[in-house]
């Protein structure tokens, strides 16, 4: 992507945002209280939204996630919406109460799996959960989109029924959930100049898509129950500060500033990660001259000498300390400048041997460097031994249930126990014990069993 590529990208950006605020302010000067927003997409490419956010009174998104999205997906985009807003509580603006109908395959939605859907939401920072659409369109391109009320025009089907009995749920405990707020001491960057960038670039590959790099890092946190709040990568020191763990996944680009900011909280004791990808472009979508990652190399203390390019299916060994795993897309060829050497590249390619995983003590603290993009069992091993040492409290739940808290006033806590599969699962958290299930009144005492889809609202005091 040259620098043009790159302008333009933010200029249709920025005008469509001033197609907003004039709208925005055509209404303002007929009401002055009523708060004004637009629904945003999770991770659409074309809006910066941490841009649009300054902008609305209130966040609110369509949550569509697609038949095979992992929940862990869906969850990074609650928190992205969220973390746009300045971690205050947004409204689920979307979602279908059935199927979606842009697919070339429809799926219904399982028996409880839109209830799921809706306290996810929920539990990641939603304080309005809301529908598209209300009664089925007989004609268009989305007569067939689910809605509340279908084409059979009454309220005997499964549909309905559970979008009011939902609805019920949410009437009776939301007032003490609403205003309450998540807490997390991991903050993930998500940086649409890199978005634009990573993915508009002609080499050394086409094999990039922004989010799932992103979505990498963020699912070894969630998988252990840690929460995350998403930031821009221009956030201030102050605020930066306030996280023990900031990472960068895929930061190619490197806004003014930035690489200063990165460096002050790592010497006065924050833990960095970054990698493949990072630091080689400026703001003007240019090379930074001087060997990568450009202004992040005395910070990382590496020097990625080359970058090779993986094939589709492709992938390379990755073997240290806790780390078996493989890479994938890319591998950066590193030499340590100051580094320690954490895990190297196995197989026979000319650079076996060479560092895959660094670390870089810096000041009072630590710079991570992950040399290609890991899958989901190497990550993982990456992840836990920063997890453990940071003390991040992690927790353990099975495959596929996950734990989420918010913080309310007065000292409690709602916890939120989703079941994000078609199967049944048990489990005993010892830290929720004594609390309340909100939905049923049950005292939790060591074994809780959720359903397909379950959720269970645990008030902790």
């Known amino acids: 992507m040259s620098g043009l590529q790159m302008d333009y990208r933010r200029?249709?950006?920025?005008?469509?945002?001033?197609c907003y605020t004039n709208e925005r302010d055509a209404i303002r000067e007929y009401d002055a209280t009523t708060p004004i927003t637009t629904n945003l997409m999770g991770t659409f490419k074309d809006l910066d939204y941490f841009e649009w956010a300054k902008e609305m009174d209130v966040v609110s998104w369509d949550n569509y996630p697609g038949m095979d999205t992992p929940p862990s997906f869906t969850a990074m985009c609650h928190d992205l919406m969220r973390g746009i807003g300045g971690n205050k509580p947004f409204m689920l603006m979307e979602q279908t109460p059935n199927q979606q109908n842009w697919f070339p395959f429809c799926k219904v939605k399982q028996p409880g799996e839109v209830r799921k859907l809706s306290w996810q939401a929920v539990a990641h920072g939603a304080d309005t959960v809301r529908f598209f659409q209300m009664k089925q369109s007989l004609g268009g391109c989305e007569r067939f989109h689910g809605a509340v009320i279908a084409h059979d025009g009454t309220e005997e089907s499964r549909v309905f029924k559970e979008t009011a009995a939902l609805g019920e749920e949410l009437d009776r405990i939301g007032r003490w959930i609403m205003g309450s707020r998540i807490e997390s001491r991991v903050a993930i960057m998500f940086d649409w100049q890199s978005y634009w960038s990573l993915e508009g670039c002609?080499?050394?590959?086409?094999?990039?898509?922004?989010?799932?790099?992103?979505?990498?890092?963020?699912?070894?946190?969630?998988?252990?129950?840690?929460?995350?709040?998403?930031?821009?990568?221009?956030?201030?020191?102050?605020r930066l500060s306030q996280y023990d763990l900031a990472i960068a996944p895929a930061l190619i680009?490197?806004?003014?500033?930035?690489?200063?900011?990165?460096?002050?909280?790592?010497?006065?004791g924050g833990t960095f990660i970054t990698g493949y990808m990072a630091g080689i472009h400026d703001e003007h979508d240019l090379v930074v001259p001087g060997g990568y990652p450009g202004k992040l190399r005395r910070l990382m203390g590496v020097w990625v000498e080359e970058i090779d390019a993986l094939a589709p299916g492709e992938t390379i060994e990755v073997h240290g300390g806790t780390v078996d795993a493989k890479g994938e897309i890319v591998a950066s060829i590193i030499h340590r400048e100051g580094a320690e050497r954490l895990a190297t590249y196995g197989g026979d390619e000319f650079y076996a041997g060479h560092s895959a995983l660094t670390v870089n003590a810096y000041g009072k603290g630590k710079a991570y460097f992950v040399g290609t993009p890991l899958d989901e069992t190497g990550m993982s091993a990456f992840m836990a031994p920063i997890i453990k040492e940071l003390d991040l409290k992690s927790l353990d739940?099975?495959?596929?249930?996950?734990?989420?808290?918010?913080?309310?006033?007065?000292?409690?806590?709602?916890?939120?126990?989703?079941?994000?599969?078609?199967?049944?699962?048990?489990?005993?958290?010892?830290?929720?014990?004594?609390?309340?299930?909100?939905?049923?009144?049950?005292?939790?005492?060591?074994?809780?069993?959720?359903?397909?889809?379950?959720?269970?609202?645990?008030?902790?005091?």
Request: aromatic letters at 8%; a negative charge; glycine letters at 8%.
């Open 11 to 18: 200029f249709q950006s920025q005008a469509q945002l001033a």
């Open 202 to 238: 002609v080499g050394p590959t086409t094999g990039f898509n922004y989010p799932n790099e992103v979505h990498r890092f963020y699912r070894a946190l969630w998988r252990r129950n840690v929460p995350v709040d998403m930031i821009a990568s221009t956030t201030p020191l102050a």
């Open 253 to 268: 680009t490197v806004l003014p500033g930035v690489a200063e900011t990165l460096e002050a909280y790592v010497a006065d």
């Open 397 to 461: 739940t099975p495959e596929d249930v996950s734990l989420s808290v918010r913080y309310g006033d007065g000292g409690t806590r709602y916890a939120f126990l989703i079941n994000n599969s078609a199967a049944d699962k048990r489990l005993c958290l010892s830290e929720l014990n004594g609390g309340t299930e909100l939905l049923t009144g049950t005292v939790i005492n060591d074994l809780i069993e959720l359903k397909p889809y379950g959720v269970d609202v645990i008030a902790l005091r």
